[in-house]
């Protein structure tokens, strides 16, 4: 775990919400793993007092790209930064996901939760079968979606509008059966908001559903418990500390 400056090197505006930034902090960059996440603030600014957390959604040498909604407060200062200035980084924190060989990996992102698997697909498409199913309101926040058709053709892409791809969410696409039938072995790994997270759980009942999980932080390390989950058998596990990558059928959700 570093602390880092990490000046803005480029920035991205996906549509009036959705913003990127490719941020240089080489000794985070190099230590960085698919799965983990980054506590960040604006240089020198305290209000807000916490950092906010945001997964890792790629990394190119010594530089990191994160991409976020601008949701409140914090996020609307952040989309305001310019290229050239900086933010103050702390990471990488979180648990990495373990390294698949020779297996089908099925990547579901919804809206923004798009990006995170990025990473994966960068790391995870040399030695695996990657299967994309990408969902997102309209065809301005299906980001990055030329980078992913460079790593695999396997991409079925639908919007609520219809502008982009099939019409309707991401949890129209598949099926339990469907999988079965066309795929051996499959792992699956999502990302979006809370009600498509509990969607595919209780729709791949009998699969391995890995998700990233999304709350409130304070410490981001684990010491205080702001972001504990609810354990199906009892218990709780820490997003920051034991995720934010979480095997969803552990989770009380």
């Known amino acids: ?20 930034f490719d941020i240089e902090a080489k000794t985070i960059a190099r230590k960085a793993k698919p799965g983990q996440f980054l506590q960040l603030r604006v240089n020198n600014l305290f209000d807000p007092f916490l950092r906010r957390p945001f997964s890792i959604s790629s990394v190119k040498s010594d530089n990191i790209r994160i991409v976020f909604r601008v949701r409140g407060k914090g996020t609307e200062i952040m989309s305001q930064v310019k290229e050239g200035e900086y933010f103050d980084i702390l990471g990488p924190l979180g648990r990495a996901l373990p390294q698949y060989e020779g297996r089908d990996i099925i990547l579901i992102g919804g809206g923004v939760g798009i990006a995170p698997l990025f990473f994966l697909c960068q790391k995870l498409e040399v030695e695996n079968l990657m299967h994309l199913f990408l969902g997102a309101k309209n065809n301005d926040e299906l980001i990055m979606l030329d980078g992913f058709k460079k790593m695999t053709k396997n991409i079925i892409v639908i919007t609520e509008d219809g502008s982009s791809g099939k019409r309707g969410k991401v949890t129209d696409l598949l099926t339990e059966e469907e999988i079965e039938a066309k795929i051996r072995m499959p792992i699956i790994i999502t990302c979006g908001p809370l009600p498509l997270l509990k969607v595919i759980k209780k729709r791949f009942a009998t699969l391995p559903v890995y998700g990233f999980l999304e709350e409130r932080m304070g410490c981001g390390t684990g010491i205080c418990f702001g972001c504990a989950m609810p354990k199906k058998n009892g218990g709780y596990l820490r997003v920051c500390k034991d995720g934010p990558v979480l095997n969803l059928h552990e989770l009380d959700i």
């Open 1 to 20: 775990m570093e602390i880092e400056k990490a000046k803005v090197i480029r920035k991205e505006i996906f549509s009036k919400e959705i913003f990127g």
